[in-house]
C-alpha cells in the first residue's frame, strides 16, 4: 500500500511525498522542512523517514529547501549526471549537496533501495529537466510536470501509468488577457520549452487514455498556475475532453493538485 501526498504543488514550491511505511522517498523541495514536518504530522507520517529524494531539475521552485532538508536530515539526492553539476554549483543548493547527490541513468531502470526509477527527459527552460516513471509496491507511477512539449516517450511512460500525475498549467484565455509581461507570457506558452496549457495537456491525455497499456486508476493534474488557471478551468477541460472521445470516467479519480498547500493524503 502506497500513501501519497502532494505537499505543494505550482511555482510557489513543488514537493511530493510517497511511502509505503518501510521506504519512503520525496520528488522535489521547494518548500521548507518546518512546513513539511507540519504537513506531515497531520496524517501521522515524519519528514525523518525519508530515505531519498528525486529531483525533476534546477528552478528554485523545486529545490529551494533541498540543501536544507539535506544537511539537517541526511537524506541523499538522485539525479541526472548533468542535474548533479548544476546542483553542486548552483546559487541556492552549492556547498550543500557533497556526498549526498547520486547519478542516476536516463530512459534506464535505475533501483533505488528497491524502487525502481526510470527518469525520461522533458522538454522545460531549465539545465535539464526529467520527468519519473516508477514501480513502487506493484504500482506504476508517471510524473510530469514542467513541461513545454509532449514527446513520444511521455507519451508511452503515461501510458503505462496506474497514477499519472500531470501538468496542467495555464488557460490559454487567461494567460492571453492576464497582466503578466509579453516576455513572460511568452516563456510560458513555448512550444518546446514553457508549461502545458489545459488544452495541451487535455490533447496529450486523450492519446494517453486512448491507447493504454495498464488501468489508470488516479489523474492528479499539477502545476496549476495562481494567475492562469483555476482547478475548475483545468478539471473541466480535461475532464470535457476525454469524455468527448469516450473515456469512461466513472472508474477512475481525476483530481487537481493544489497550488501553495497540501493535498489530501491519498492510498493506493
Known sequence: MIKFVSLSSGSSGNCYYFTNGSTTFLIDAGIGPRRIKKILSEYSLDLESVNFILITHDHIDHIKSLGVI?????????????????????????????????????????????????????????????????????????????????????????????????????DDKMLLNGAYPAVLKNRIKNSHL???????????????????????????????????????????????????????LSNRTILTLPRGKASNLYTF
Not at 87 to 99: A, E
Not at 216 to 244: M, Q, R, W
Open 70 to 170: 539535506v544537511n539537517r536530515y541526511h537524506k541523499l539526492v538522485y539525479t541526472s549526471d548533468l542535474l548533479k553539476s548544476s546542483l553542486l554549483n548552483h546559487s541556492i543548493t552549492r556547498n550543500t549537496l557533497k556526498g549526498s547527490i547520486n547519478c542516476i541513468e536516463i530512459s534506464k531502470e535505475n533501483n533505488i533501495q528497491g524502487v525502481k526509477v526510470t527518469p525520461f527527459l522533458v522538454p522545460h527552460d531549465a539545465t535539464q529537466t526529467l520527468g519519473y516513471f516508477i514501480e513502487f509496491e506493484n504500482k506504476k507511477i508517471t510524473l510530469v510536470t514542467d513541461c513545454g512539449e509532449v514527446t513520444d516517450e511521455i507519451l508511452n511512460f503515461s501510458k503505462k501509468a496506474d497514477i499519472l500525475i500531470f501538468e496542467s498549467n495555464y
Open 194 to 248: 514553457g508549461h502545458l496549457s489545459n488544452n495541451e495537456a487535455c490533447e496529450a491525455l486523450k492519446k494517453i487514455f486512448s491507447d493504454r497499456e495498464g488501468s489508470l486508476e488516479y489523474l492528479f493534474l499539477c502545476h496549476l498556475s495562481g494567475n492562469n488557471n483555476t482547478p475548475e478551468i483545468a478539471y473541466n477541460t480535461v475532464t470535457d475532453g476525454l469524455k468527448s472521445i469516450g473515456v469512461d
